[in-house]
């Protein structure tokens, strides 16, 4: 697995290796608005994940997925943690590790 610097150039990079959806954190799945699709943790594996920290604060910390769905849908999840990160389901945490 590279690694970059910043959020931004590992984000080109995957969107490059056809990660080009985006999808959106929920309590219990994940969401593609563009696709109006929905996925549970057995619908999804985790195929990389990069964790970047802000240089100012802990607050400006977040965690890039590369995702890939059992259908072949593969796209991104941006999740912020810390003090701004979403309650979710104990599967998806599980998921995410």
Avoid: W
Wanted: with cysteine.
């Amino acid at each position: 697995m590279k690694t970059f610097d910043t959020l931004y150039q590992t984000m080109t990079y995957l969107q490059e290796q056809g990660y080009t959806y985006d999808f959106n954190l929920c309590s219990g799945h994940l969401e593609c608005n563009a696709l109006k699709l929905k996925l549970h943790p057995e619908d999804f594996d985790v195929d990389e994940m990069h964790r970047f920290e802000g240089m100012s604060s802990t607050d400006d910390n977040s965690v890039l997925y590369a995702i890939s769905s059992k259908n072949g849908i593969k796209g991104l999840l941006v999740d912020a943690y810390g003090v701004y990160a979403e309650n979710i389901s104990e599967a998806m945490r599980k998921k995410l590790r």
